[in-house]
């Protein structure tokens, strides 16, 4: 790609909808889709994605402007796509995503909750409010998307799967232990009503992305950044489609004898790799060094 063709506003878009991918065209051909956080990112990728392969696709996020330039360049392409602006933090506003969603394309098939946002800083310093934005967002408004899904495909009478964008926790994430305890609780909560829907016929998954090339790498420090091609085995961050692969793997009927896993995507970080990502402490850097007191 040329550097004039990378400035233009949608180059980003237009590398995702040309992207190479394994599933066949039709795959979600007369099915919807709900993906929240689908203004940019991994919910992007995803929802653009399920588009190209069929879907009717809602997609949600809290800033309409960034919803629209979505919608639009995906109608450009022939998809059928709308966008709601909603912040999931509020109970209220979720209900009334579901119910637009409903109008617009009947009730998703698929709820792809992508949604969620972090600041990198010591976990010792978090303000009260800083953390509990956080948790908020990434755990209590993804559960508020997962069982209003659930409620209105009981009441439905029918099944449906979720897929729920988290991050890797086995080794926990150095600069962000607010979104790491809320995604874990994701994780928590996901297995536990894997079992509890089975018998509604309702999947419930995860997609553990590691360092992955978004805008979202734009709050992170430069000394956080130089360091992140250490993150994993593969010394590369992941892309957004492939991530938005991963997705569709468990959402599609290729999952549908998958419930209640996580599907990890990460290069290999979580058996090798050093993810700080509000910058490595002199402490893990000088061989020898002891901890105050020591």
């Not at 495909?153 to 086995?170: C, D, H, S």
């Not at 004898?257 to 850097?285: H, M, N, S």
Request: aromatic share 8%.
């Amino acid at each position: 790609m040329s550097t004039a063709a990378a400035m233009t506003p949608d180059a980003g878009l237009d590398a995702l909808w040309a992207a190479d991918t394994v599933y066949r065209p039709d795959l979600f051909r007369g099915r919807t889709a709900l993906v929240s956080g689908g203004g940019s990112g991994i919910g992007r990728a995803t929802a653009l994605l399920l588009a190209r392969l069929g879907a009717r696709v809602v997609i949600a996020g809290r800033s309409q402007d960034k919803l629209d330039r979505v919608v639009a360049y995906a109608r450009s392409r022939g998809a059928e796509m709308v966008g709601v602006a909603a912040n999931i933090r509020e109970h209220e506003q979720v209900l009334a995503l579901f119910e637009q969603a409903e109008a617009a394309f009947g009730m998703p098939d698929l709820l792809v909750n992508s949604a969620g946002g972090q600041f990198p800083q010591a976990a010792i310093d978090y303000a009260p409010k800083g953390w509990s934005a956080v948790v908020n967002n990434n755990l209590n408004g993804t559960w508020f998307m997962m069982q209003r899904a659930a409620q209105r495909w009981r009441e439905l009478g029918r099944g449906g799967a979720i897929v729920n964008v988290v991050v890797v926790t086995e080794r926990g994430m150095p600069g962000v232990a607010h979104t790491v305890a809320a995604r874990a609780g994701v994780i928590g909560a996901s297995r536990t009503v894997a079992v509890e829907w089975a018998p509604l016929g309702i999947r419930v998954n995860c997609v553990a992305p590691g360092l992955t090339a978004t805008e979202g790498l734009a709050v992170y420090p430069p000394e956080a950044v130089r360091e992140f091609p250490r993150a994993n085995v593969m010394r590369r961050p992941g892309t957004a489609m492939e991530m938005a692969e991963a997705c569709v793997y468990l959402g599609a009927p290729s999952g549908s004898f998958i419930t209640g896993e996580v599907l990890t995507v990460d290069g290999g970080g979580k058996l090798w790799g050093e993810l700080w990502t509000a910058g490595r402490p002199d402490y893990y850097a000088m061989p020898g060094a002891t901890p105050p007191g020591d």
